[in-house]
């Protein structure tokens, strides 16, 4: 059986057009996967406490850093140790020594990897464009907790600390708020 030119065409379009739709549609599909499994440290925002706390304590431990931008950045904790199940509030600080102002937005991960299907904030300060004026100072919230659903996964039951790390990015390398997401998920699967 022979294929005529058109359809070979026509076949070859079709083909092309489906490996560019995917190609786009990979970036989204990435972000959502990462969302859900907790891939790349990739945590989760709840929207409530859990109304179950266990007995298991878990410590937590907190990392800054800065890529590109002339911030002094930091924890105000190092470490916090909680229940499974409570919730936990840690500050983080941020100094723009600096003359003038500058303009980041954070994003995060936790490690081990595996620990962000279980690791959730409540309030969080990250993927928000954030002005720092020069010489200003902002203390930054936190508000998290580390699921009990954790003693379910027989790798994950034994993990007795999970650290949470912010980066902070300047952000005129971001274009709009959804943009900026997307990137901070990125650049939090790529962190470790």
């Given at each position: 059986m022979r294929l005529s030119n058109t359809k070979v065409a026509l076949i070859s379009l079709g083909v092309f057009s489906g490996m560019l739709g995917l190609?786009?549609?990979?970036?989204?599909?990435?972000?959502?996967?990462?969302?859900?499994?907790?891939?790349?440290?990739?945590t989760r925002i709840a929207t409530a406490a859990p109304e179950m706390v266990v007995d298991q304590t878990i410590d937590v431990r907190f990392d800054a850093n800065v890529a590109d931008v002339p911030l002094l950045f930091r924890p105000l904790q190092t470490e916090q140790e909680l229940k499974l199940g409570q919730h936990g509030l840690?500050?983080?600080?941020?100094?723009?020594?600096?003359?003038?102002?500058?303009?980041?937005?954070?994003?995060?991960?936790?490690?081990?990897?595996?620990?962000?299907?279980?690791?959730?904030?409540?309030?969080?300060?990250?993927?928000?464009?954030?002005?720092?004026?020069?010489?200003?100072?902002?203390?930054?919230?936190?508000?998290?907790?580390?699921?009990?659903?954790?003693?379910?996964?027989?790798?994950?039951?034994?993990?007795?600390?999970?650290?949470?790390?912010?980066?902070?990015?300047?952000?005129?390398?971001?274009?709009?708020?959804?943009?900026a997401a997307q990137k901070g998920a990125a650049n939090s699967a790529n962190a470790g």
């Amino acid at each position: 059986m022979r294929l005529s030119n058109t359809k070979v065409a026509l076949i070859s379009l079709g083909v092309f057009s489906g490996m560019l739709g995917l190609g786009f549609a990979a970036d989204p599909l990435y972000d959502t996967f990462c969302k859900v499994t907790g891939f790349g440290g990739t945590t989760r925002i709840a929207t409530a406490a859990p109304e179950m706390v266990v007995d298991q304590t878990i410590d937590v431990r907190f990392d800054a850093n800065v890529a590109d931008v002339p911030l002094l950045f930091r924890p105000l904790q190092t470490e916090q140790e909680l229940k499974l199940g409570q919730h936990g509030l840690a500050f983080y600080e941020v100094t723009n020594p600096t003359d003038r102002e500058v303009r980041v937005i954070a994003s995060y991960n936790v490690t081990p990897h595996y620990a962000g299907l279980y690791f959730n904030k409540l309030e969080c300060f990250c993927f928000e464009e954030r002005v720092i004026a020069p010489g200003e100072t902002k203390k930054l919230p936190i508000v998290y907790f580390v699921s009990a659903d954790m003693l379910e996964d027989r790798v994950a039951k034994s993990l007795e600390t999970i650290t949470l790390s912010y980066t902070f990015f300047d952000s005129s390398s971001y274009s709009g708020e959804e943009k900026a997401a997307q990137k901070g998920a990125a650049n939090s699967a790529n962190a470790g």
